[in-house]
């Protein structure tokens, strides 16, 4: 029997969609990554270096940086470093897409959070499967929350309160108890448990194109361990990711040259958070921990009236690049409202990815300021003996810009190439109800509809996106 619904991508936002709609609706679930079963095992909630069948990797057109997603049942909640951080209410007032203000978002985010720290706040949940804790910070992490409380940043307990600004402890989604106590407790962990005997769940099932009855999307041609098949459903929804939903679209006939449905901006509006490491040694091992995002986050705003916010932050290296000193830190610049946008596109050899990041000159400017910022700190720690600094610190230079545009790495946080939006706006890709235009029975539901990157890591956003598409659907 044909499935109500055929759900592409088991990640942050697909296994979130197939959760609201298990039990009312017959739902098949495909993913081209592998499933490492429940429990999790330990690689899952420890390691930051997942085996490599764990990724897609993408390239940057632009520098030949890597641009790794998740790839595997929990997607990039299972690859990521368990940052749960939501976004400012004026992330999504700022979009002006009925449906999608803070007001409405908000009790999408309670519902898929237990939040162990400030549950009894009226923003936040305690029945959702997606753990939300703060861990205590290290000993480096400390002195950096003590020097930006000397530059009046104020303090924060819950970075996750909407408006907080400051310097507190990360929000983490971990697990707080058991066995498994401060693992990386994402949508394989936390989700797919719920829904296992509830849906058709197919892994290492590669989505080959949409099926189109004219305009009227009713399923897709897979490949899976027992060859290829044709997926008839009433519905299809997109959870495939900022890369993997517009590519297939593309495939499929929709896009900026679709012989299905012509839409311009699938593709388009690629946005992405970008970063400059800072890379230090601390002077006793023991003053960090390899616990990438669980200490201090220093959050602010410029005083440019337009709530222009950047992030400084440390974490240990070794985690994530195996051939670092034990000792190494990557103390990261960030902004988190970038005007720089890329975009992505299907060549007959692949796809092209171009970031373009800190290609607007306020990006760029801003990145040297709160480069500058992160040095003054990394001095201050150094003249107190707890790092050494480099010989020659690229961010000494003198044309910090340039040496900026050089350093700039990736958040990975892509996402805005689906554009949710108005039907006659320019760009539009999804409609408010996350359909896509020209289209039926075919929605987007990943970070790729995002029309403006939030102030915040994407992944606990694309888990309330896929929750809503459920609910959309149920309704």
Known sequence: MSPDVLIVGAGSAGLFA??????????????????????????MLYDYLLPQACYYHYTDAGTGM?????????????????????????????????????????????????????GDAPFHGTTGPIPVTRLHPGPLDDAFTSLALKRNHPAVEDHNAPG???????????????????????????????IRDQVDLRTDTTVERLVFDGTRCVGADVAGPGGAERILAG??????????????????????????????????NLQDHPWCLLDVDVTDVRDIEARPVSGSL?????????????????????????????????FTAALMTPLSRGRLSLAPDGPVVESRHLSRERDAAT???????????LDELAAAGLIRLPARPWWREEDLVAACRRNVGTYNHHSGTCRLGLSGAEGT????????????????????????????????????IGRRAAEFLAA
């Open 18 to 43: 197939a959760l609201g709609l298990a039990g009312k609706a017959r739902v098949t679930l495909v993913e081209a990554g592998a499933d490492a079963g429940t429990p999790p095992p330990g690689w």
């Open 235 to 268: 519905h299809v929804v997109l959870c495939a990711g900022a890369f993997g939903t517009p590519l297939l679209l593309i495939r499929s006939g929709v896009g900026p040259d679709g012989n299905v449905v012509r839409l311009p901006g699938v593709g388009e």
């Open 429 to 464: 890709v999804v409609a408010p109800r996350l359909n896509v235009l020209g289209t039926e029975n075919l929605l987007v539901a990943d970070s790729s509809v995002l029309p403006v990157i939030p102030r915040a890591n994407t992944n606990l956003t694309s888990m309330m």
């Open 66 to 118: 890597d641009l790794p997603q998740g790839r595997g049942t929990g997607g990039g909640s299972t690859v990521n470093s368990a940052a749960a951080l939501r976004g400012q209410p004026w992330d999504f007032d700022g979009w002006n897409v009925p449906g999608w203000s803070w007001e409405e978002v908000l009790p999408g985010f309670r519902a898929i959070e237990a939040d162990r720290q400030f």
């Open 298 to 330: 220093l959050r602010y705003e410029l005083s440019d009236g337009v709530h222009n916010e950047v992030e400084i932050f440390p974490w240990q290296t070794l985690p994530y690049v195996p051939s670092a000193p034990a000792a190494r830190v990557s």
């Open 164 to 194: 907080a600004l400051g310097i507190g402890a990360w929000p983490t989604n971990r697990a707080t108890s058991g066995p498994v106590s401060g693992g990386r407790w994402g949508t394989h962990a936390a989700v797919l448990p719920l």
């Open 367 to 377: 990145m040297a300021s709160v480069v500058t910022e992160t040095a003054a700190y």
